[in-house]
């Protein structure tokens, strides 16, 4: 498993603190909330964006499938994390450990970045076989949920302009959204995505 640098370390922190003060509620956005949550943003987003920010279906299939060229899922950093807040959403208690995981989606061919997923996993929701695949596999998680965990689906809870505020890179504009993947009606993996906007124009 990757060690955390400081940076990621700073990551983390940010990702806690902004879903812990975002008031997230435990049902996803559909329908009509989820429209509404997508005006919210007041933002005139590309096309393909915006159906990516509602879609809960794998991001990377969608861009490759979009854009024709791979999308490779690149691992940032890897490290086992004790969260200081409780996420009512996700875990009810603070001091759980979780995996805490930073993918990038970038295009094989034309180098974009297309998005980056910070990911929150509990080992006890997950199962001991899902997250050794989900340390072992340089593979995103939306494709090893489709082979290996069948009963899984997911809920979009937030969607936000901006991204974490410790990126570096604060003066492009970027969107992103949370959602909960949810494995046998328990929360599993929470996941931020961050697009920056440029690559979809």
């Keep these: 498993m990757k060690t955390s640098p400081t940076s990621a370390n700073a990551r983390f922190s940010a990702l806690v603190?902004?879903?812990a003060d975002d008031g997230i509620e435990s049902t996803g956005?559909?329908?009509n909330d989820l429209h509404l949550a997508l005006s919210a943003l007041a933002l005139d987003l590309p096309a393909f964006l915006r159906t990516l920010l509602v879609a809960d279906g794998t991001v990377t299939m969608a861009i490759e499938a979009y854009y024709a060229e791979p999308v490779d899922v690149i691992t940032i950093s890897q490290s086992l994390e004790e969260l200081q807040v409780a996420l009512p959403t996700f875990v009810s208690e603070q001091g759980e450990?979780?995996?805490?995981?930073?993918?990038?989606?970038?295009?094989?061919?034309?180098?974009?970045r297309y998005a980056t997923a910070y990911s929150l996993i509990r080992k006890s929701a997950v199962g001991q076989r899902l997250y050794?695949?989900?340390?072992?596999?340089?593979?995103?998680?939306?494709?090893?949920?489709r082979n290996t965990a069948k009963g899984s689906y997911?809920?979009?809870?937030?969607?936000?302009?901006?991204?974490?505020?410790?990126?570096?890179?604060?003066d492009q504009l970027r969107v992103n959204r949370t959602y909960c993947?949810?494995?046998?009606?328990?929360?599993?993996?929470?996941?931020?995505?961050?697009f920056p906007v440029s690559p979809y124009l």
């Design 17 to 19: 603190r902004l879903l």
């Design 29 to 31: 956005l559909e329908g």
């Design 97 to 112: 450990q979780v995996l805490y995981r930073e993918v990038m989606l970038q295009g094989r061919q034309s180098n974009r």
């Design 132 to 145: 050794q695949a989900l340390v072992d596999e340089q593979v995103g998680i939306g494709t090893l949920l």
């Design 154 to 170: 997911r809920e979009i809870l937030k969607l936000r302009t901006g991204g974490l505020d410790v990126e570096g890179d604060q």
């Design 181 to 194: 993947v949810y494995l046998d009606a328990a929360p599993g993996i929470l996941i931020t995505e961050v």
